[in-house]
């Protein structure tokens, strides 16, 4: 993998900061059935603090975009990642739902800083510098990342306590912005240059950007409930330990590894993109209709399936937007950032519309009725053109 890179080490230092951010993302849904009690809480602070976290992820993905377009994208990575590895150190001394929140806002915030400008960095870094695979590589990172953070926190943390495990993420989120910050090219091609409204409102209200960004929320509601309420479901309703329901969450993770590079080399080597995704989203609404049957192996099964059509879904997504912005290079991070703005900022719904459902009908039909809605995210990219080759 580090072979693809013209810099090794500014590529591994790249990797590895995808791969903690990764854990950071995921982890606090992974062992929320350990600090529920300690927080007051049940599902609904689950769903509250969830929400909260992708709300600072979707509104600050612009301002990312802006900022990068003016101060280079290495400089607002390294800020990003400094951010939300400090907001997660301060989740660890929390004491209840409303402090959780906040700082998994600031969380989500310091993460909107960092996708869509090391999407740029890690293209450029490439050899070829081809969209598909530079988005596939860090796809695959966040998954592995995942690993540690859906199963590899669930153990750390009923070993050690779920506030020294949140403590030691947020250390090694600091130790990885420290690498980017020494190893990653200086911005030499971002020296303050004028923002140019014009173009920004060209990304803005181009229709390919908008429509592929709102097709991209229904990966948003298969992905965010079962990565964070699949592992409070095994405890609470089917009643198997934090450590199997974790195992069976973890496929979300672990499949996407493989086929968000099989996604990456896809896309480069397709002229038409559309229908993938749709058959994508297809498959995003049945992974939450399998886990309504009450059972591990349902949980089980509905994980690998959104693992694997959220892994080659996304990678077609984040590529696809790079590829179809006008506005000139300077602004494929802002490209990227929008549709990823509007993808994360449609994710903060299903942490509410689950949670409520499930305390007013329960699991099973919290289950069904997430995937039937996902459904509806099929018609933004039927209207769009087929190709998004630019």
């Not at 896309?267 to 049945?286: E, I, P, Q, T, Y």
């Amino acid at each position: 993998m580090l072979s693809s890179f013209r810099d090794q080490r500014a590529g591994a230092s790249l990797i590895f900061a995808r791969i903690v951010y990764a854990i950071n993302w995921v982890n606090f849904g992974a062992i929320f059935y350990l600090m529920a009690p300690d927080l007051g809480t049940g599902i609904s602070g689950d769903g509250i603090v969830t929400s909260a976290f992708y709300l600072g992820l979707g509104l600050m993905q612009i301002p990312g975009g802006v900022l990068s377009a003016r101060w280079g994208p290495k400089r607002v990575v390294v800020t990003g990642i400094f951010l939300s590895s400090f907001a997660v150190l301060g989740t660890s001394v929390a004491t209840d739902i409303p402090e959780a929140a906040v700082l998994r806002f600031l969380v989500g915030w310091g993460m909107a800083f960092v996708f869509a400008p090391a999407v740029i960095i890690i293209t450029q870094l490439m050899h070829g510098g081809k969209s598909g695979m530079g988005v596939g590589l860090m796809n695959s990172a966040f998954d592995v990342g995942g690993i540690f953070g859906l199963f590899g926190w669930v153990v750390l943390a009923a070993a050690t306590g779920w506030r020294p495990s949140l403590a030691l993420a947020g250390a090694l989120g600091i130790l990885t912005g420290t690498l980017v910050a020494l190893y990653i090219p200086a911005d030499k091609d971002y020296a303050a240059p004028k923002v140019d409204g014009k173009a920004m409102r060209a990304v803005v209200f181009d229709r390919q950007l908008v429509l592929l960004g709102l097709g991209t929320v229904g990966f948003g509601f298969a992905y965010t409930v079962v990565s964070g309420f699949m592992t409070f479901y095994g405890v609470d309703a089917l009643h198997v330990s934090g450590t199997l329901a974790a195992l069976a969450t973890v496929f979300v993770t672990v499949v996407p590894i493989f086929t968000a590079l099989y996604g990456g080399r896809t896309f480069d080597s397709l002229s038409k993109h559309r229908g993938v995704m749709v058959a994508c989203l297809v498959g995003s609404a049945a992974s939450l209709v399998v886990v309504a049957f009450p059972s591990i192996a349902a949980a089980a099964a509905g994980s690998v399936l959104a693992g694997i059509v959220t892994g080659v879904g996304y990678t077609f997504a984040f590529a696809g937007a790079r590829e179809l912005n006008r506005a000139g290079k300077e602004y494929e991070t802002l490209a990227v950032g929008w549709v990823n703005s509007i993808s994360l900022s449609g994710s903060f719904a299903p942490p509410i519309i689950f949670s409520y459902i499930v305390e007013t009908q329960g699991y099973q039909a919290a289950w069904f009725w997430t995937g039937v809605l996902t459904l509806a995210f099929v018609v933004p990219i039927l209207v769009m053109v087929e190709s998004w080759r630019r």
